[in-house]
């Protein structure tokens, strides 16, 4: 680029540049004249002979600075600034008059609402020139940085210009005459610098003083606007606070949000401010900044008053900011334990066994699924109820017995609830129970829908099937109408009261029952066996060493379980054999093995008498219980109701229910009053005369199992004590049978002999009453809770047991019985299992075990049923028959 004189002058920055004023450098001759000198070389160039007589001469790079300079404030412009100057006063005094003027007018007004409209109005004035004047404020902070911003990219483009006028010198030799030519853009340089450190400091502090101003400015318009009075209007504080707190709930990222926003403001700020008072670079500045945030220490180095407020202000807010993310780490640990504590994070399983709800049943219902899952090694079971986690864990860790593997999982939430269930991986469980609540009936039950409800609206679908326990037997058509297909229920009192009445017509059928319905001995299975096609259903009984086949599913019905169907019926392609096996995995049919059927002594046919029963207690299902007992006793029978029920009220009670007392066929009922706890009361009954005694669970304490069980262990004692006492010569009677450790001159010993002469079956609900029980041999008892947990571990490993069980509890059909051995074999004579099976098909029963007359247990599924041994006449058989 050639220097001539046409190039264009750059602009001149004696009025233009912000920081040095033309106050300033009028009243500073040297920096002035430097000032020219850098407008001005051209002289300079001028008196050099340089050795290139071609080379043009330079033209100034702006005009010179002529001594007007000066006097421009004498100019008649600068005079009419000043004189507008001092007529601001005579403004002022004028507008006070006026509004002197104005007041006295207002004070002749009487009318209070005038006064208060004034008042809103000057209110309202004052604001709005509060708001304009911070947007004047912004609006010439806004301007001072575009305008600064602008010079300092003119002064980087003269800069380039001079560096490269600098280079065509140099290489003319004309470096030594431009010396003072390189100290100009230097200086200027260092005056820009200057200016935008002291435009930083200024900015940041603006910066921090417009929340400051914000603040002052809402908490007063919130006290001008409360005490106006005129409307019940939330404060704007209020409402701020407000929308701070929704915006925070509604996101859950919003703190760690702000502390982040927080934190690059305050860097920023802090940088622009050591920007401002160091002369380091504006990136150096920022980094030292977020060094003083991270680690207060840093400022320690810092030099001169300004830096030194400067680093602690900044170190003191990192202070703050680091104790804010210390308080956010912390609450969102402390969430996340508590999450995990209380059970409210998800379960990633599946094909494991849910159970929804709490009750005393569940400690023999995990020890029932811990036995069925052993041979698996150990299952997944997921328990959510609607109590603590923590309380859940520590209640199941105070179970004595072992999980044999099996992991339990607890999680705290509503069955009721969709989200509660997603959480527990509802939709991947292969089986899921539904607990009754404790309390009443009606309101467990309709708990229990609900619950069914929520199951069937799970979006995903249910993998598995449901098991519910219902309370009663009447709710149990409205649960099987919602649930359908999916759904198998379980009337827990209604199962307990049939199998009282069964265990009280054939002593010994409550061990039997429990051996059957848990899985730690032998229980129900079905699998099909193609191999077995084609063959008749007398020789499937005897093609399982391991296992006694109890019936057929047909799959030409349905899938439809037959028990004990006919010795001519032949399986079909698809028809599974239902078994009494140990494991599923026990057993399989062998070689058909070669028995002698023989034939029966006598053709004996059991004859029924009439027997009489008491009820001590009163059950909400008194009706069912009557009804069954009707169709099971002999005509002529009757059935005592002992209980504190006032006599008009129970056949208001049974009506009620749905029994017509004059429909009764085979029983009569009679009433006494009394509490069954009382001595006095019982002794007026005939106790020795009853073939069978049940004492209920009273419906009034039944909510309580402690309570309950010690009403009914107390009743069974003073009965026990008062039979005993009542048998004649019983001094003289000695047993032959070991019944113990126990002497026959004790009480015990004498309740053990008042046992034999009658039956008596006590309801007990919790676990622990029945060592009591089982320690002292004085009652057949049975134990409702685990018979029920038992049930409900079967028919959740296997819904088409629960058919099974169904027809076994029914008044129809099949039901289990207790045989004498002289039905089937004569005194000494020696016979296999087999042998005595194929014997009892000929009178339409399955013999699925023995006890022997020693003995104080049966044995279901005896193994080695072709080995040949010699039976007692004493000894009595278990049977699958249809009912008499």
């Known amino acids: 680029m050639s220097l001539d004189r046409d190039s264009s002058p750059p602009p001149s920055f004696s009025r233009d540049w912000f920081f040095p004023s033309p106050s300033f450098i009028h009243q500073s001759p040297p920096k002035t004249h430097k000032y020219r000198r850098r407008f001005s070389t051209t002289p300079r160039i001028s008196h050099q002979n340089p050795p290139d007589s071609n080379l043009p001469k330079t033209s100034s790079f702006a005009p010179p600075v002529s001594s007007s300079t000066t006097t421009s404030y004498r100019d008649p412009k600068y005079a009419r600034l000043r004189r507008r100057r001092v007529e601001f006063p005579r403004r002022s005094e004028n507008s006070s008059k006026q509004e002197q003027e104005d007041a006295a007018i207002l004070g002749e007004r009487t009318s209070s609402g005038e006064r208060t409209v004034w008042f809103s109005g000057h209110r309202n004035r004052v604001r709005w020139q509060m708001a304009i004047s911070a947007a004047i404020v912004i609006s010439c902070l806004a301007s001072l940085v575009h305008k600064n911003f602008s010079l300092h990219n003119q002064v980087i483009d003269l800069q380039d210009q001079i560096s490269k006028l600098n280079f065509r010198l140099r290489a003319c030799n004309l470096l030594s005459q431009v010396d003072n030519v390189e100290s100009i853009p230097l200086e200027i340089d260092d005056q820009h610098r200057n200016g935008l450190k002291r435009l930083a400091f200024v900015f940041s502090l603006t910066l921090l003083s417009i929340p400051v101003l914000v603040f002052k400015y809402v908490d007063f318009v919130s006290k001008s606007r409360s005490s106006d009075n005129i409307s019940e209007e939330v404060s704007l504080n209020k409402q701020i606070e407000y929308r701070v707190d929704v915006f925070l709930s509604v996101h859950p990222y919003a703190k760690p949000l702000a502390l982040l926003v927080a934190t690059l403001l305050l860097i920023c700020l802090g940088g622009l401010a050591l920007f401002g008072v160091t002369d380091d670079g504006l990136a150096d500045s920022l980094w030292l900044s977020w060094t003083y945030v991270a680690d207060s220490g840093n400022h320690a180095n810092s030099e001169g008053v300004g830096p030194r407020l400067v680093s602690v202000s900044i170190s003191f807010g990192g202070m703050l900011i ?487 509890f029914a008044e129809e059909g099949n039901e289990m019985h207790i045989r004498q051995a002289d039905l089937y074999l004569r005194e000494g004579e020696e016979l296999s299992f087999y042998e005595i099976i194929l014997r009892a098909r000929q009178r339409r029963e399955i013999v699925i075990g023995y006890r022997l007359a020693n003995a104080e247990r049966a044995v279901i599924n005896p193994p080695a049923k072709s080995e040949r041994r010699r039976w007692s006449l004493k000894d009595v058989f278990v049977v699958i028959a249809e009912k008499e």
């Open 322 to 808: 680091f104790a804010m993310m210390l308080g956010l780490v912390s609450d969102a640990i402390s969430e996340k334990f508590d999450s995990l504590r209380k059970g409210r994070s998800e379960v990633v399983e599946q094909n494991h066994t849910l159970i929804l709800g709490w009750s005393d049943k569940l400690g023999s219902l995990l020890n029932q699924l811990a036995i069925a899952n052993e041979s698996l090694g150990g299952g997944i079971v997921v328990v959510m109820a609607e109590r603590d986690k923590e309380e859940m864990e520590m209640d199941i860790a105070k179970m004595e017995f072992d999980f044999k593997g099996t992991k339990v999982i607890c999680r705290s939430g509503s069955p009721l609830i969709l989200a509660d269930l997603k959480k527990v991986s509802v939709s991947k469980a292969r089986a899921i129970i539904v607990l009754a609540e404790d309390g009443n009936a009606d309101q467990s039950d309709a708990r229990a829908l609900r619950t069914v409800l929520s199951l069937t609206g799970v979006k995903e679908g249910l993998r598995g099937h449901i098991v519910v326990e219902l309370s009663d037997l009447d709710n149990e058509v409205l649960v099987k109408l919602v649930g359908g297909d999916l759904v198998e229920t379980v009337v827990a009192h209604d199962v307990i009261g049939r199998l009282m009445i069964q265990c009280a017509r054939q002593p010994g059928l409550a061990q039997i029952w429990e051996d059957i319905l848990g899985f730690e001995n032998c229980e129900f299975y079905i699998k099909g066996w193609p191999q077995l096609d084609g063959m008749q259903f007398e020789d499937v009984l005897i093609s399982f060493p391991d296992a006694i086949p109890c019936g057929v599913k047909v799959a030409s019905c349905g899938g439809k379980i037959i028990l004990n169907p006919d010795d001519s019926y032949t399986l079909q392609e698809g028809d599974e054999v239902l078994v009494i096996a140990e494991d599923d995995d026990t057993y399989a049919p062998a070689t058909l093995p070669t028995v002698w059927r023989g034939s029966l002594p006598k053709d004996f046919i059991v004859p029924k008498s009439a027997e009489r029963i008491l009820f001590c207690g009163w059950r909400r299902d008194m009706e069912d219980m009557i009804m069954v007992l009707d169709a099971f006793l002999a005509p002529g029978s009757e059935l005592w109701m002992f209980n504190d029920v006032p006599e008009n009220e129970r056949e208001k009670k049974l009506i009620d229910g749905g029994l017509d007392i004059n429909r009764l066929v085979n029983i009569s009922l009679v009433n006494r009053e009394g509490n069954a706890v009382i001595r006095r009361h019982l002794e007026s009954l005939p106790l020795e005369s009853f073939d069978s005694i049940l004492i209920l669970a009273d419906e009034s304490v039944e909510d309580s199992a402690i309570q309950a069980d010690s009403r009914s262990l107390a009743t069974l004692l003073l009965i026990r004590d008062i039979q005993a006492k009542r048998l004649p010569y019983r001094e003289a009677m000695v047993t032959q049978v070991h019944r113990g450790s126990f002497s026959q001159g004790s009480w015990i010993g004498e309740m053990q002999q008042a046992s034999d002469k009658s039956v008596i079956i006590s309801e007990i609900l919790d676990p622990r009453t029945k060592n009591l029980l089982s320690m002292s041999r004085i009652s057949d008892y049975v134990l409702s809770n685990e018979l029920v947990s038992m049930a409900l571990a079967m028919v959740a490993e296997d819904k088409q047991i629960n058919d099974v069980l169904e027809e076994l």
